[in-house]
């Protein structure tokens, strides 16, 4: 059974930063394949997209976030990780990691991230 786990979240004064981790683990969940991503999902708001990382190395941004937030992986830990600096009010969420290839999607059960002073 696929099991996407995260941590670092926590609560940060605006302008600080945090790094979030989530591990991938089952069997037949090749890693290097999927599409890894991280939303997030703010109280009353939908989940959106934060950043996501394809299996060829690409990696894209919502707009609230690029210049901020970096998304990497390391293939032999099976670790996608999700760097935010500079944080904002607005970015208090709970972040979900998601991995996706073809119609096969896993989520995380979600960290909280809490922006306040």
């Known amino acids: 059974q696929v099991q996407l786990v995260e941590s670092g979240g926590g609560l940060v004064q605006p302008g600080g930063s945090l790094r979030l981790s989530c591990v991938a683990s089952?069997?037949?969940?090749?890693?290097?394949?999927?599409?890894m991503g991280w939303y997030r999902q703010a109280p009353g708001k939908q989940r959106e997209l934060v950043a996501a990382?394809?299996?060829?190395?690409?990696?894209n941004y919502a707009d609230s976030v690029k210049g901020r937030f970096t998304i990497s992986r390391d293939h032999a830990k099976k670790t996608v990780y999700l760097q935010m600096n500079n944080l904002k009010p607005e970015d208090t969420a709970v972040y979900y990691c998601?991995?996706?290839?073809?119609?096969?999607?896993?989520w995380g059960q979600g960290t909280q991230v809490t922006v306040a002073s």
């Open positions: 990382s394809t299996s060829g190395g690409t990696s």
């Open positions: 089952g069997s037949g969940f090749l890693f290097s394949m999927y599409a």
């Open positions: 998601n991995g996706a290839l073809g119609d096969r999607t896993y």
